[in-house]
């Protein structure tokens, strides 16, 4: 993975391509590294039973997984914080492309 990075880093004019998700704001970044609602479920099942070594049965897996997924489905219902920053702020990087009742 570091070799990874050195080599992008190293290329001549590779800049533009690594700095480009550096030209939105705060909030429009967040929003992006915390979209992948599917990877964000099964790191937050994997939070749950990794705190747990061996489980002594099946049924014991399944109850704790069956908590965890209550407790991160609950959390579901938040909405995204700066919304209405965020909106006004993808219609102005991307005027064409969304609407947001406009």
């Not at 479920?41 to 997924?69: D, M, P, Q, W």
């Amino acid at each position: 993975m570091c070799l990874f990075l050195y080599q992008c880093w190293k290329i001549p004019n590779n800049w533009d391509n690594l700095s480009a998700y550096f030209k939105y704001s705060a909030e429009i970044r967040k929003l992006i590294y915390t979209t992948n609602p599917i990877e964000g479920f099964h790191r937050g099942v994997r939070k749950y039973t990794k705190i747990k070594g061996a489980f002594t049965s099946e049924n014991a897996l399944f109850k704790l997984a069956s908590r965890a997924i209550k407790n991160i489905t609950a959390k579901w219902n938040q909405p995204i914080q700066n919304w209405a920053l965020i909106t006004s702020q993808l219609d102005i990087y991307f005027p064409d492309r969304i609407n947001f009742g406009r």
